[in-house]
C-alpha cells in the first residue's frame, strides 16, 4: 500500500504536526517508500539523491520510535563528513522537537572533552562521523547499550573517503552489546563495494529505489564553453554579468583553485564565498550557514559541496573546473533545477578536459552542446544590473526554526550544573504555573552557570512572566527570553 499523506502512516499526532510545521506537507517518493519498513523495524537498504528528502525518510521511522525515557542513546547514524553530520542532527532535531529528544553530533575537529559531557548527559539519537564515534567507543565515552537502530547514511561517499573499516569495526561494537539490531543504508549508487557491505551485516534488507529515466534532469539547461585556463576567468565574469543569477554555484578541482577564484571574484567585488576541505572547522561551518541565509550569493567550492549538504535550489552551477569524475559531474548539476524548477549548469572545457567531457557525455547518454563565448554579448545595463546586485542589501532567509516560533520559546534560567540544577528541579517549577504540565516543557539543556529549557504550545510568555517571581531550587533566578 503507498501512502499518500504523512496521516496516513501510522505515526504520533506530535510527529504529523511537527512535519506540518516544517512545510512538510506531502511525503517524498523515498519517503513513500522507505518509511514504512524501517517503522516496521526491517532492514533497508534506498537508493537515494541529495535533495530526495532521505533525511526524513529515516528521521520520521525513528524518531516516532525513539523511547523518551530511555537512558541511553538508541539511534546512531553514521555520516561520511561534519556538515553532513551537522545537517542531519539538525533535520532530526527539529522533527522530534515536540517529543523533546536530545541529538547531540559528534565529529572530528572539534574538542571531544565537549562531546564526552554531551554524552554524559542523556541523548536519544547519536550523529558523527566514523572515526570520532569510534573514537568515542574506544574511551568508553559512548555507551552503545541502548542502540537499536543504525543509519549508514551517504554509503558511497563513506568507502570513497575510506571508512569502511571503521563502519565496519562500529557495527562489530554495536552487535556485541546485542543480537538485534536494525540498519539502514542509503546510498546514490548501489555498486559492488556496497553490495559487501550490505551482506557482510544487513539480514533480508527491504531495497528501495526511486525511479528515474535519466542521470541528468531534464530541467537542467546544459551548456559548455571551450577556453583555456588563461580565458576562464572573463569568460567567468561575463558569464556572471549576462545571467545575474540570485544563487550560483562555482566549482574548481582544487582547494588552491577555490581560493585563487574566489580572492580574484571578491577583488571584482563579486559578493561570494569559499568552502572547501582544507578550510578550519569554524570557518566550514559559518560559510554554509551564511550561503544558506542568503548572505551571499555566489559559493566557489570544491566537490565536498556538491553533493549531501541542503542548500536552497541553485539558479546556476557553473564548472569552473570539469569534474575529472563523472559522477560528480551528475552530483554537482543536480544542484540546480530542484524542486519544479528550471536551472543551468554551463562547464568552462579546456582542451586538457576534452577528453573527461566525453566521459562525462557517454556516462549520461547525451551530448552537452559547446557554445560559442562570443556570443555572449555583455551590454552597459547588464553590468549596470550585475553591480547593483552586488550592492544590495541582504536579505536574511529564515532557517527551519522559524516555523517554530509561534511554538516554541527558548528561556535562559540562572543557575546550571555548578549550582547542582537538575532537569527535575526546572520541571517541577514550570509544572506549578497554571495552564502549564509536563507536555509544554521541550528540550532542557543544563549548561555550568545556565540552563536553557524550551516551552511549547505557545505558552512561552506565561512561562517566563510567572518564573520571574517563582524560586528554583530555593531562589529567584534570572528568566529572560532568548532567540530560537
Ligand atoms: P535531504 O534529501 O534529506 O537532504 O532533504 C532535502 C530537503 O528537503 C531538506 O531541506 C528537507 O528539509 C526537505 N524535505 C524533506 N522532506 C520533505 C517533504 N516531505 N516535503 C518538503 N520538503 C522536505
Redesign the pocket.
Known amino acids: 500500500m503507498i501512502r499518500e499523506e ?1 496521516k496516513e502512516f501510522p505515526i504520533s499526532k506530535e510527529i504529523i504536526d511537527t ?1 506540518d510545521l ?7 517518493p ?2 513513500k517508500k522507505a518509511i514504512m519498513p524501517i517503522l516496521e523495524g526491517k532492514d533497508v537498504v534506498a537508493k ?10 529515516f ?1 520520521i521511522p525513528l524518531c516516532e520510535q525513539i523511547v523518551w525515557e530511555e537512558r541511553y542513546p538508541q539511534v546512531l547514524v553514521l555520516e561520511p563528513t561534519r556538515e553532513l553530520a551537522l ?2 542532527k539538525e ?1 532530526l532535531f ?1 522533527i522530534g522537537r515536540k517529543k523533546r529528544m536530545k541529538v547531540p553530533a559528534i565529529f572530528g575537529g572539534m574538542p571531544i572533552q565537549r562531546e564526552i559531557n554531551t554524552l554524559k548527559q542523556k541523548s536519544h539519537i547519536v550523529v558523527g562521523t566514523p572515526g570520532r564515534v569510534m573514537d568515542h567507543i574506544r574511551r568508553g565515552t559512548f555507551v552503545l547499550e541502548g542502540i537499536r537502530s543504525i543509519v549508514i547514511d551517504e554509503a558511497d561517499l563513506m568507502l570513497d573517503m575510506g571508512f569502511i573499516d571503521e563502519v565496519g569495526e562500529i557495527l562489530k561494537a554495536v552487535l556485541k552489546e546485542r543480537e538485534q539490531l536494525q540498519m539502514s543504508l542509503f546510498s546514490a549508487t548501489l555498486e559492488e563495494r556496497i553490495q559487501g557491505l550490505v551482506d557482510a551485516y544487513m539480514k533480508d534488507p527491504v531495497f528501495v529505489e526511486i525511479a528515474s529515466d535519466t542521470k541528468t534532469a531534464d530541467s537542467v539547461t546544459q551548456i559548455a564553453y571551450e577556453a583555456e585556463e588563461e580565458d576562464k576567468f572573463q569568460l567567468l565574469m561575463d558569464i556572471l554579468v549576462d545571467k545575474n543569477p540570485k544563487d550560483c554555484m562555482i566549482f574548481c578541482a582544487t582547494r588552491e583553485m577555490v581560493q585563487t577564484l574566489c580572492y580574484k571574484l571578491q577583488r571584482k567585488k563579486v559578493r561570494c564565498e569559499m568552502l572547501h576541505g582544507g578550510m578550519e572547522q569554524r570557518k566550514r561551518l559559518y560559510a554554509i550557514a551564511d550561503f544558506r541565509k542568503g548572505k551571499y550569493h555566489y559559493l566557489i567550492t570544491t566537490d565536498v559541496s556538491a553533493r ?1 549538504i ?1 542548500f ?1 535550489d541553485m539558479e546556476l552551477v557553473i564548472n569552473y573546473d570539469f569534474p575529472s569524475k563523472k559522477e560528480n559531474y551528475v552530483h554537482r548539476i543536480g544542484r540546480t533545477g530542484r524542486k519544479g524548477n528550471k536551472g543551468t549548469a554551463i562547464s568552462l572545457i579546456s582542451s586538457r578536459e576534452k577528453q573527461a567531457k566525453k566521459a562525462v557525455e557517454r556516462y549520461i547518454e547525451m551530448v552537452i552542446p559547446v557554445e560559442n563565448p562570443e556570443d555572449i554579448r555583455v551590454t552597459r545595463n547588464q553590468k549596470d544590473a550585475f553591480e547593483m546586485k552586488q550592492k544590495e542589501k541582504v536579505l536574511i532567509k529564515q532557517g ?1 526554526e522559524a516555523a517554530f516560533k509561534s511554538e516554541i520559546t527558548k528561556l535562559n534560567i540562572g543557575g546550571g550544573k555548578k549550582s547542582k540544577m537538575r532537569a527535575g528541579d526546572i520541571v517541577g517549577a514550570i509544572c506549578n504555573i497554571k495552564g502549564i504540565n509536563q507536555e509544554d516543557i521541550g528540550v532542557i539543556d543544563i549548561r555550568d552557570s545556565f540552563t536553557y529549557v524550551e516551552i511549547l504550545n505557545g505558552k512561552g510568555d506565561i512561562a517566563c512572566g510567572n518564573l520571574q517571581s517563582k524560586t528554583i531550587k530555593g531562589k529567584i533566578r534570572k528568566v529572560r527570553k532568548m532567540k530560537l
Do not use: C, R
Not at 22 to 28: A, D, E, M, N, S
Open positions: 504523512f512535519l516544517l512545510g512538510y506537507k506531502h511525503p517524498t523515498i519517503q537515494s539523491q541529495t535533495g530526495s528528502g532521505k533525511t526524513a525518510a528521521g545537517q542531519v533535520e527539529q549531501g541542503d536552497d527551519k
